[in-house]
């Protein structure tokens, strides 16, 4: 029987397995890289996310103090209107009575009224105050959202990317890369907001 040419076959599986390696390696670099910077933006979306909720909740606090503070001012204009209708009320005896009303009580009643005029006008302004904080507290928390949407965009990007090394399926990396992108446009969005 005629000897069959002899193919080194350990050279060609070699070559092969280099080739496989060089088109594996670059993929898994790729990957490796937009990984990397997925897990850096998600970070830093992180860190705003959290910013954005503790500035929130620092002024939802100052909104909760100053509806105190309003509530505080309502009641100390209540307590005059109710002293300035005692005074009205003892003026009103003394005019039953056909006697003239002693100034001192008219003055305590124009007192009263006109101080819960000035109470109104404070008890109003820190209403006001209340919700320009909780107004501004509603639109950080908004953006907290959003920069939370798009850290958990960020965290799947990521996650594709490690089952793209793992298969070495580039669509599936690329579905990493265009998650990692709307995580980056929901980022931008909030950081030019």
């Known amino acids: 029987m005629p000897e069959s040419p002899e193919v080194d076959t ?5 070559a092969i397995d280099e080739e496989i390696e060089k088109e594996g390696g670059g993929l898994l670099r790729g990957i490796a890289l937009t990984t990397a910077v997925l897990a850096a933006l998600a970070a830093i979306a992180s860190l705003q996310a959290g910013a954005t909720v503790n500035e929130a909740l620092v002024l939802k606090t100052e909104a909760t103090r100053l509806q105190a503070e309003a509530s505080d001012q309502w009641a100390f204009y209540q307590a005059k209107g109710i002293k300035a209708a005692v005074a009205n009320a ?104």
């Not at 350990?10 to 070699?14: C, G, Q, S, V, Y």
């Open 90 to 193: 003892s003026a009103e005896q003394w005019r039953a009575l056909g006697k003239p009303v002693p100034p001192a009580l008219t003055e305590h009643a124009d007192k009263e009224t006109h101080d819960q005029q000035d109470i109104r006008k404070v008890a109003e302004t820190k209403e006001h105050e209340r919700d320009v904080k909780s107004t501004e507290a509603d639109e950080l928390l908004e953006r907290h959202h959003k920069f939370a949407s798009a850290v958990a965009l960020f965290q799947v990007a990521i996650a594709l990317g490690a089952v793209a090394a793992l298969t070495r399926l580039r669509p599936v990396w690329i579905g990493s890369i265009l998650l990692g992108l709307a995580g980056l446009v929901l980022s931008v969005l909030q950081w030019i907001h």
């Open 10 to 14: 350990d050279k060609l599986r070699e």
